[in-house]
């Protein structure tokens, strides 16, 4: 299966060391121009494994013209928004974003969505990880917001017990 990514969902597995976990869970990794730049532009201590994810498996995939319904389904997004929901169409492919807008606007053109929490809870039950809070928690250390219900609903659909408190 194809994968497209907004910029999100890649920060915030750099942060906790997760990329090369996207090459078990699909057969191709892909993002626009616009997440490529958007990542390019990223700093801080993920900067350099977004870079090598991009040299070794995250491949860069032009866009073709938006389709007039694309354009006006996300016509209020970001332009990365924009082209991950678009490449996603046109490649058939299942989007990985974590903007509730976004997310929206991929769901009313009938694009298969999932976010980083999804992926992660996949790769759990795909045997890929042991826990998928630990990783989360880091995450939000990181500076990635999650709020406290998807923290419940993940551990909940992860079969982990939430310690006493969640916070970053």
């Known amino acids: 299966m194809i994968a497209v990514f907004d910029t999100g969902p890649l920060i915030a597995l750099a942060k906790v ?3 090369p976990l996207t090459k078990a ?6 993002v626009p121009e616009a997440v490529h730049r958007e990542l390019l532009a990223k700093v801080g201590p993920e900067s350099r494994r977004l870079d090598v ?6 491949q860069i995939r032009p866009l073709k013209e938006l389709p007039q319904q694309v354009r006006v389904a996300t016509m209020h ?11 996603a169409c046109q490649e058939q492919a299942v989007l990985v974003i974590d903007e509730q807008l976004g997310r929206a606007a991929a769901r009313a053109l009938n694009v298969r969505v999932t976010g980083v929490v999804g992926l992660l809870i ?21 500076g990635y917001w ?3 219900d998807l ?3 993940a551990a909940k659909l992860a079969d982990e017990s939430i310690e006493d408190r969640f916070d970053a």
């Not at 869970?25 to 892909?30: L, S």
């Open 17 to 19: 060391d997760q990329l």
């Open 25 to 30: 869970m699909f057969r191709e990794i892909v």
């Open 122 to 142: 996949s790769a759990k039950k795909a045997g890929h990880l042991s826990a998928v809070l630990p990783l989360l928690r880091e995450m939000r250390c990181g």
């Open 53 to 58: 994810a991009m040299q070794n498996f995250i």
């Open 77 to 87: 997004l970001d332009r990365g928004e924009q082209q991950a929901i678009a490449l």
């Open 151 to 153: 923290i419940f609903d």
């Open 146 to 148: 999650f709020s406290d």
